[in-house]
């Protein structure tokens, strides 16, 4: 009899396919936090587990679990899971990749334009009655069309943004990784780190959290970007050091912010949700139905064929075949 955990609820096309495949199903929480207690009771004689990136599964969570085979995770990034005691423990960890990408870059490229238009901003001053009549400089913003963009992290979803600016915009696109990506249909220059910061009229964030990239842009960082600069971040929150930001929007150092993220999740500083010159999102990066639903499908999946004998196509740690 095998029994999967679900820690939060997910689309019901998800649910209904492990219902069909597995003897138990339990849902810890429908609503927006998993009780960890709850958690660590249920998995004791789970086999396996559907998480989000909200819940820290640790080597607690996974002692826990003696029959724990496979831990399926509902996002693309994963730092929420400590993949080497998985590793060890031969305890296979998927993710969701590909199926969101473009959902991604298209809310990341929302973001550019609504703070470089200021529309946030627009919204608030519209419905507080202040509009009273057009005006040569009421509320401008930047321009798109033909700026620099820069995108640190040039993998599916900072390719998918930039291929949409480059195309639809006529952006001219710089970017920094330590790789190139293949098969391009535009014009892409890598260059370095602060070369990117100084030309880049926006700078959109498309890296994973690892130790090389916590804070990758803190105040030096910030310090070598335009005064006109927008900055767009959809990956995870502490890739940008929030204080040195706040202090850089609050001076003006920068134009404008956009991020759907944050450092300490969900909790968002004070200072920053008062400023104008920044956009706030609840993390919606890949919030669209049909996104959603085919992110549970493809969790669900690696779980159905891990236990039919197959290997799971989003593997994360192929170490744990040797």
């Known amino acids: 009899m095998r029994k999967v955990v679900i820690t939060r609820k997910i689309p019901d096309a998800g649910i209904d396919f492990l219902q069909e495949n597995f003897d138990q199903v339990t849902l810890i929480s429908e609503g927006d936090f998993c009780d960890r207690s709850l958690l660590l009771r249920e998995i004791r004689d789970a086999h396996a587990l559907l998480c989000l990136l909200t819940e820290n599964i640790d080597k607690e969570v996974m002692d826990k679990a003696e029959e724990l085979k496979i831990i399926a995770n509902y996002a693309v990034g994963y730092n929420n899971i400590d993949i080497d005691y998985a590793t060890r423990r031969g305890i296979y960890v998927t993710n969701t990749p590909d199926i969101l990408t473009e959902t991604t870059a298209d809310f990341a490229f929302t973001l550019l334009m609504a703070a470089a238009r200021r529309i946030v901003e627009a919204d608030r001053f519209t419905r507080a009655g202040k509009f009273k009549s057009w005006g040569p400089e009421l509320l401008c913003g930047q321009d798109i069309q033909e700026k620099i963009l820069g995108i640190l ?170």
Request: proline share 6%.
């Open 153 to 322: 992290g040039m993998g599916r979803i900072g390719t998918a943004l930039a291929r949409r600016a480059a195309l639809g915009f006529n952006m001219k696109i710089l970017y920094c990784d330590t790789s190139v990506p293949p098969g391009l249909s535009f014009t892409a220059r890598k260059v370095d780190l602060p070369e990117l910061l100084r030309q880049s009229d926006f700078i959109s964030l498309h890296v994973p959290l690892v130790d090389t990239t916590y804070h990758l842009i803190s105040e030096k960082e910030i310090s070598l970007m335009k005064p006109t600069a927008v900055l767009i971040n959809t990956s995870r929150g502490p890739v940008v050091d929030e204080k040195a930001l706040i202090k850089a929007l609050q001076q003006k150092k920068i134009f404008a912010a956009g991020l759907d993220v944050y450092e300490k999740e969900p909790d968002i500083p004070s200072e920053l949700k008062k400023l104008d010159n920044v956009i706030l999102a609840p993390h919606l990066g890949s919030a669209s139905i049909e996104t959603r639903k085919g992110m549970a499908e493809m969790a669900v999946q690696n779980i159905v064929d891990f236990f039919a004998g197959r290997i799971p196509k989003q593997l994360v740690n192929r170490e744990v075949l040797k």
